[in-house]
């Protein structure tokens, strides 16, 4: 079985602070990891995923199997990044289906 | 491009009533939707995949007769929560990835159930 757990369930920076959102896995084989966000009312959405290895909105999150590790994570955060942010795993071969975690709400203070 | 609508957005029922939630791909084609469920304040759950043309893969623990799911078309998946119960009272949503392969899963809003 997989397992996905965000240990923060919130997480408060100031703007332009560095932030973390850790995300760890457990899982036996090769996973594929991905991180959603849900900014208010609005729906889930892709942010980005480990295979892809880019920056998007200035996070980044690098896999570290040693570890069975997937942080967010982004140099200086802005109000704007305040949201709930989902880390998920796929199981590659499982055409897709998708486990998450509980979920981090971060809010930026300005 | 790439949005999925769900219908309804909300609804109220009374205990033992069945209610259908519509998942629709409005600008491109699904052969792969997913079913998910979210309690207040968790994550979400996924309940089942639904494969257009063949029956639906249910998680674990899922019961296949209670909830009901049909993918008549690459547009359109369907859950029925059958006689529902309070205890079936949360939110359901929906995504859809895009025939072809792509690994991207494309959400709904998702739908309130309350059961009175």
């Known amino acids: 079985a997989q397992r996905v757990t965000q240990p923060e369930k919130l997480l408060s920076v100031f703007k332009g602070a560095p932030v973390e959102l850790k995300c760890n896995y457990s899982?036996?084989?090769?996973?594929?990891l991905f991180w959603y966000v849900q900014y208010s009312r609005q729906r889930l959405q892709l942010l980005l995923r480990?295979?892809s290895r880019e920056s998007i909105k200035g996070f980044t999150a690098d896999l570290n199997k040693g570890e069975t590790s997937f942080h967010l994570k982004k140099p200086f955060a802005q109000e704007e990044d305040s949201a709930m942010y989902y880390c998920?795993?796929?199981?590659?071969?499982?055409?897709?289906?998708?486990?998450f975690g509980r979920g981090t709400q971060l809010t930026v203070w300005p | 491009g790439a949005v999925v609508s769900q219908h309804p957005s909300w609804v109220i029922c009374k205990s033992g009533t069945s209610v259908k939630i519509e998942c629709r791909s409005l600008d491109f084609q699904a052969t792969t939707m997913f079913w998910y469920r979210q309690f207040p304040k968790q994550s979400l759950m996924l309940m089942a995949t639904s494969n257009e043309g063949s029956k639906a893969t249910y998680e674990q623990g899922v019961e296949k007769d209670k909830f009901l799911i049909n993918h008549a078309s690459l547009t359109l998946s369907t859950l029925t929560v059958t006689s529902a119960h309070p205890e079936d009272s949360s939110f359901y949503i929906c995504s859809a990835r895009r025939a072809g392969g792509e690994e991207t899963q494309y959400f709904g809003p998702g739908t309130r159930l309350l059961v009175l």
């Open positions: 998920a795993l796929s199981r590659g071969s499982t055409l897709g289906r998708l486990y």
């Open positions: 480990h295979i």
């Open positions: 899982y036996s084989g090769s996973p594929e």
